[in-house]
């Protein structure tokens, strides 16, 4: 395959004629029998080129599109946009933390630019609709108008369709507020699913609400990480979307094809399970983080998870004593941190009281975070939480999603300490270790896992850089580490921001409690 002068793609057949359906070609006969085919290099004779079993096609945006934005495309990155501009309908697979939000916003605007797309719907967690859509949007293609359509009132989420906007970011379950409007507007001619798991049963109203508005034209481009990473049966509802002549028409027929009844509730995988998912999960591109060579060694993402209206209730109380306390008196490091912790306290969803009572809040929303940060994750997980209800509430959450888990906290003891580390660096469970930063010494090694959760920010610029060394060390497989932070209170985010530019612990405490104050 040749590119000619950013206009045409160059090949040799010997089989010409296939190639006739394409408008503009040119065939010009070989003294060696065979031929040469010359097509003009727009994407739909790139389209029709794939479907007609050339390989390797690229795509015209490796050579015609400008990359707009802050950032400017990693190789993986211009791959992916390449290959999901070339079908209507695909899978991106690529590990979190490869930039794929990019890469797909990318390809939506060449889409956008040529004409092919005229609005484009995203669907995400909620979590993410913010932190990384929105903000991608605003630092790529920023000639594109956005809005998050996310209001209690449905009717405000359809004025929001109504109001013309390039993109519009939704969260699962508030799709079906506004899908009769995504339906009647008629321009929406690409949507893309974020974390794509989500649409795994056939079953759900949420499944059911996205089928009816994908139209036979529509572009659907689905992302995940981990796909089918519970069982061979989860990619039916995938595949259902993407894919439909790649699996059996109903449910059961795809269960008795990648599955073995064992007894009458269990079932296990048969030998070639993974490849029928394979061919299931199709057209597909995936990138590893380890394939990711222009990725630095350690990546930073962002959760958001709201407050619920208790937690801002006592939030707002907190705020009110720690206004009283700086009017009365000078702030130091100790009473600063004091009350900054009551705050993270309250954010992470159990706060002590001054008689050492547990105030337990709904950690509903934040435990479902974590659940999809785990359900994306294909590898171990290393979480930190700051306080030992934190941990408590977590592991009783993990345990009984049926998640393998261990816990270390300062009333571990050494030697058992040591044995559950060796158990999460050898063994395939269990597969995520919930730990207290003050219980995470110099010499731990966690290089089992490639993701470090943060429940809450620390407050320690040390204890952070360190929590994050527990696995961003050598011995690391991975060669990629993703952190992840989840927040939502203000003094949380303010905090975080604060921890990654590595802000003294000397200011650190003083600072934020002033900066709240303000705020």
């Known amino acids: 395959m040749e590119i000619v002068d950013d206009k045409a793609l160059v090949f040799r057949t010997r089989n010409p004629d296939k190639y006739k359906i394409i408008p503009k070609h040119k065939i010009i006969e070989r003294d060696d029998g065979g031929y040469d085919v010359a097509v003009y290099w727009g994407l739909d004779e790139t389209r029709v080129l794939k479907n007609l079993g050339v390989r390797d096609v690229p795509s015209p945006i490796t050579r015609r599109y400008d990359w707009p934005g802050r950032y400017k495309p990693m190789a993986h990155q211009m791959e992916t946009a390449s290959f999901l501009t070339l079908h209507r309908r695909a899978f991106c697979f690529n590990d979190p933390g490869t930039g794929k939000t990019l890469a797909a916003l990318w390809a939506a605007d060449y889409l956008m630019k040529l004409g092919f797309v005229r609005r484009v719907l995203i669907l995400c967690p909620l979590s993410i609709m913010q932190s990384a859509w929105l903000s991608d949007l ?29 993109f519009v970011i939704c969260n699962y379950d508030g799709l079906n507020l506004i899908a009769d409007e995504i339906v009647a507007d008629g321009r929406f001619d690409l949507v893309i699913v974020d974390e794509a798991n989500a649409y795994k049963t056939v079953t759900t109203k949420r499944w059911k609400t996205l089928k009816s508005i994908i139209g036979p034209q529509t572009h659907l481009w689905m992302m995940t990480g981990t796909p089918a990473s519970q069982s061979p049966v989860d990619a039916y509802g995938l595949a259902k979307l993407v894919n439909p002549d790649g699996v059996p028409k109903f449910y059961t027929a795809w269960r008795d094809t990648v599955m073995n009844k064992l007894t009458m509730y269990k079932w296990a995988p048969k030998h070639d399970a993974k490849d029928k998912v394979f061919n299931a999960l199709q057209p597909a591109i995936r990138y590893s983080k380890d394939q990711c060579l222009d990725l630095p060694p350690v990546m930073t993402l962002t959760r958001e998870v709201p407050l619920t209206p208790q937690q801002v209730k006592y939030y707002n109380l907190i705020k009110e004593q ?180 590595k802000v003294s612990d000397s200011t650190l405490l003083t600072e934020m409690f002033t900066l709240e104050l303000q705020g």
């Open 138 to 166: 605003n630092n790529s293609i920023i000639h594109r108008s956005a809005i998050v359509a996310h209001h209690p009132k449905a009717s405000r989420r359809i004025e929001m369709i109504q109001q013309d906007y390039d």
């Open 322 to 501: 720690m206004l009283a306390q700086a009017a009365g008196e000078t702030i130091t490091a100790v009473n600063a941190a004091a009350m900054l912790n009551k705050l993270l306290q309250v954010s992470a969803g159990a706060a002590l009281t001054d008689t050492k009572e547990v105030v337990e809040f709904d950690a509903g929303p934040r435990l479902s975070v974590l659940e999809e940060i785990l359900e994306e994750t294909p590898r171990k997980v290393i979480i930190f939480a700051l306080h030992r209800a934190s941990l408590e509430t977590i592991q009783n959450h993990l345990t009984s999603k049926g998640i393998t888990n261990d816990v270390i906290h300062g009333g571990v003891s050494a030697n058992k300490r040591a044995g559950i580390i060796h158990r999460f660096q050898t063994d395939p469970d269990p597969r995520v270790l919930v730990m207290q930063p003050a219980a995470t010494a110099h010499g731990i090694t966690l290089t089992a896992a490639d993701t470090v959760v943060f429940y809450g920010p620390l407050m320690s610029v040390e204890q952070y850089i360190q929590a994050i060394a527990r696995a961003d060390r050598k011995g690391q497989t991975s060669d990629k580490v993703t952190v992840i932070h989840i927040q939502g209170s203000p003094v949380e985010k303010k905090m975080f921001k604060a921890l990654s530019a």
